[in-house]
């Protein structure tokens, strides 16, 4: 797995509650990014981050936002969770640029009620 | 622009059969075209990817076919086994930015 861990692996959760969803990388990558998956989307990129402070929005960030103050952590926040947020999460590194193998971490399920 | 669309949905094959999953993109900014190998309850991994400069490449069972005037790619697993049974993610993405686009997935069940 390229040496990334994802924390909590699962969670459960109230609507309404704010949750932080933790990466760590220890490759020393610097592009770094969150999927979300769900049953017959693939995975759709939420926010991705080029470098330490810098990030950027995918095709799903509404609701999430994004904080990565050291190469190798990146933080995904759901402000306030909604049901519609509940799915598999998934944090992935890549050293270049997009022409590029990303490495994917194994995942956290995230349930809101 | 951005999609990849991708076929079939669900795919079973019988042990030593040929897979087939195919995809298809839009846009022609697209120069990289991976296939992402994902087991239960795991990470999606990289299995095989190509660049458009050439129209095959094979890695042990695994052969990519492109077709670029066509914009259509296709994995092939050839003798395929119990252990090839997962999903398969095709994607594409290209030099103009840092976003990689995933086909809807293939969930492969090879039979025994």
């Known amino acids: 797995d390229a040496g990334i861990t994802q924390s909590p692996r699962h969670k459960v959760t109230e609507t309404g509650t704010p949750v932080t969803l933790r990466c760590h990388q220890t490759?020393?990558?610097?592009?770094m990014y969150w999927y979300r998956q769900d049953p017959g989307h693939g995975l759709r990129l939420i926010h991705y981050s080029y470098g330490v402070k810098d990030t950027d929005k995918g095709e799903v960030s509404d609701g999430y936002s994004v904080s990565r103050s050291k190469t190798e952590d990146f933080l995904l926040t759901l402000e306030s969770a909604t049901s519609s947020q509940t799915s598999v999460y998934f944090c992935?590194?890549?050293?270049?640029?997009?022409?590029?193998?990303?490495?994917f971490g194994p995942g956290t399920r995230l349930t809101v009620l | 622009q951005q999609q990849v669309k991708q076929s079939p949905q669900s795919l079973i094959v019988q042990k030593g059969g040929i897979s087939i999953i195919n995809c298809a993109y839009e846009n022609t900014a697209f120069d990289y075209f991976p296939w992402y190998q994902q087991f239960p309850g795991k990470g999606p991994a990289l299995l095989i990817a190509?660049?458009?400069?050439?129209s095959e490449k094979k890695e042990g069972r695994f052969t990519i076919s492109f077709n670029k005037s066509a914009k259509q790619f296709s994995l092939h697993i050839m003798d395929s086994q119990p252990g090839d049974s997962a999903t398969y993610f095709c994607a594409a993405s290209g030099m103009g930015g840092f976003k990689t686009i995933f086909g809807a997935g293939t969930r492969l069940f090879v039979k025994a």
């Open positions: 992935a590194t890549g050293a270049s640029k997009v022409s590029d193998t990303q490495y």
């Open positions: 490759e020393n990558h610097r592009y």
């Open positions: 190509i660049r458009p400069d050439v």
